[in-house]
């Protein structure tokens, strides 16, 4: 396995433990992550939230932000908040929609 892909998996355990205090599922089950890319150290990150004026994002951001950038081979993480494409319930994933009562 490839540095890149082992620090990417990593990121996601990390990213399942950062939740909108709103809503009892992880960011990365809610399909709130758009990319991850891994470069010299500096994990790029693309994430959306579930409404533009989420009262939480600047703390689920910073909390993004401590959380990826306590991984060893992370020096730092560049979140960037997307709006494109709109994120709906269908990016969720099964369990996020189960524990949510969706399916």
């Given amino acids: 396995m490839s540095k ?31 990319k991850i890319e891994i470069e010299n150290g500096v994990a790029h990150i693309d ?15 910073d909390d993004i932000r401590s959380k990826v950038e306590s991984i060893d081979g992370i020096e730092h993480a560049d979140v960037q908040l997307v709006f494109e494409p709109e994120w709906s319930q269908d990016m969720m994933s099964e369990e ?5 009562g969706f399916l």
């Fill in 47 to 61: 994430m959306t939230l579930t409404a533009p004026n989420c009262p939480a994002a600047d703390f689920i951001i």
């Fill in 4 to 34: 890149e892909l082992e620090l990417e998996e990593k990121i996601v355990k990390m990213l399942r433990t950062v939740f909108d205090p709103e809503i009892p599922v992880n960011v990365y089950d809610l399909g709130l992550i758009y």
């Fill in 96 to 100: 996020a929609k189960l524990d949510l």
